[in-house]
């Protein structure tokens, strides 16, 4: 089991940028796939991007171009740089690690809020 702490959230304009973080404890994220995800009020809680242990990522289309997810094993944080927010990016934002028995660990989520 991992522990999960997400952080750098806020409240950003349209257009503007805002980094994401999202702190491991208990255990090494180097042998785990680590993902973002977002729900908006009233929406299904959605796929963001993912990083595997081999550090390829995958994103989100709606995303692609502007959100850039990353890992430093070291400080064992997965990152989410998101650039030219816009409004419909609003929502809860969660950390999710993939344990290798297959088992998702979630965080309790940072808020991020864009206005227009």
């Known amino acids: 089991q991992v522990r999960l702490v997400e952080s750098g959230g806020g409240l950003v304009q349209a257009g503007g940028s805002l980094r994401l973080s999202c702190a491991a404890s208990?255990?090494?994220?180097?042998?785990?796939?680590m993902g973002w995800y977002r729900q908006a009020p009233g929406n299904l809680r959605e796929f963001v991007a993912t990083?595997?242990?081999?550090?390829?990522?995958t994103d989100a289309e709606f995303v692609r171009g502007r959100f850039t997810i990353s890992s430093d094993n070291a400080k064992n944080t997965v990152t989410l740089q998101m650039n030219m927010v816009k409004p419909e990016d609003t929502a809860v934002y969660y950390c999710?690690?993939?344990?290798?028995?297959?088992?998702?660990?979630w965080g309790h989520g940072t808020q991020v809020t864009v206005s227009s």
């Open positions: 999710k690690a993939k344990l290798p028995s297959g088992v998702d660990d």
């Open positions: 208990g255990s090494t994220l180097s042998d785990k796939s």
């Open positions: 990083i595997n242990v081999a550090g390829s990522t």
